[in-house]
């Protein structure tokens, strides 16, 4: 059973900072990856998805890789603003059943961006 | 579009009473999933449905929980009876296969479920 697990469960830093947050994978049958916010309240906002054939995505001040062979990902946050504080969760699609199954998440990191 | 959306949007009730959850996907996606968020198990994918039928249901913890999506554009989760351990936040979403084999979810607010 693929298992998700995404580390540090929160981080709290300065606004401006630039930081990672990882993720990782127990079965790298993958057919993709993907990263998602959350707002307090609120539902999943989808980021960035990276194929299972790709190694990086890229939207403006966000970049996240693919290790498919180690079973990691990174979302890269460059120059963090306190708008970008939210929970943001990884989560992969097995490669089993054309793509089209349902996602498993991991639990998420809590990101605070102090002004 | 309206985006995906959930009714209600809070719910709250007591143990053994019936609670039914509504969906309506954005029009046109053809795939339709249920996730269930908790502290401590976090996003779980109850069912999932192509074109109005169940493909995995797997996920559904018990009899207590139902599924059904008569038609392209409603779905509903019900639990009867319910049971405090079934308060969580229910998250409907939908997507649509694109040519490249990526199925990118747009998630609901989420019906947040308080069972006393």
């Known amino acids: 059973k693929q298992e998700v697990t995404q580390i540090p469960a929160a981080l709290s830093v300065p606004e401006g900072e630039n930081l990672v947050l990882n993720c990782s994978f127990t079965?790298?049958?993958?057919?993709?990856l993907q990263w998602f916010r959350q707002d307090p309240g609120k539902g999943l906002t989808s980021l960035l998805l990276?194929?299972?054939?790709?190694r990086e995505q890229t939207s403006g001040r966000l970049n996240a890789s693919l290790d498919k062979s180690s079973g990691r990902s990174t979302l890269y946050i460059a120059a963090s603003q306190p708008g970008d504080s939210a929970t943001y969760l990884c989560?992969?699609?097995?490669?089993?059943?054309?793509?089209?199954?349902?996602?498993?998440f991991g639990k998420g990191t809590h990101l605070i961006i102090q002004p | 579009d309206a985006g995906v959306i959930q009714s209600p949007r809070h719910e709250v009730t007591e143990m053994g009473q019936e609670v039914t959850l509504r969906c309506k996907p954005i029009?046109?996606?053809?795939?339709l999933f249920w996730y269930r968020q908790t502290m401590m198990r976090g996003l779980e994918l109850l069912i999932y449905?192509?074109?109005?039928?169940?493909?995995?249901d797997s996920g559904m913890p018990e009899d207590r929980f139902s599924a059904k999506m008569p038609n392209a554009s409603f779905s509903n989760l019900k639990i009867q009876p319910s049971e405090p351990r079934d308060s969580a936040v229910y998250f409907c979403?939908?997507?649509?296969?694109?040519?490249?084999?990526?199925?990118?979810?747009?998630f609901g607010a989420g019906s947040r479920l308080t069972v006393l």
């Open positions: 989560a992969v699609r097995p490669s089993s059943g054309g793509g089209a199954d349902g996602l498993t």
């Open positions: 079965d790298s049958a993958i057919y993709n």
């Open positions: 449905f192509n074109n109005n039928v169940p493909i995995d």
């Open positions: 990276i194929q299972s054939s790709q």
């Open positions: 979403a939908s997507s649509q296969r694109t040519d490249s084999g990526a199925n990118v979810l747009t």
């Open positions: 029009s046109g996606h053809d795939y």
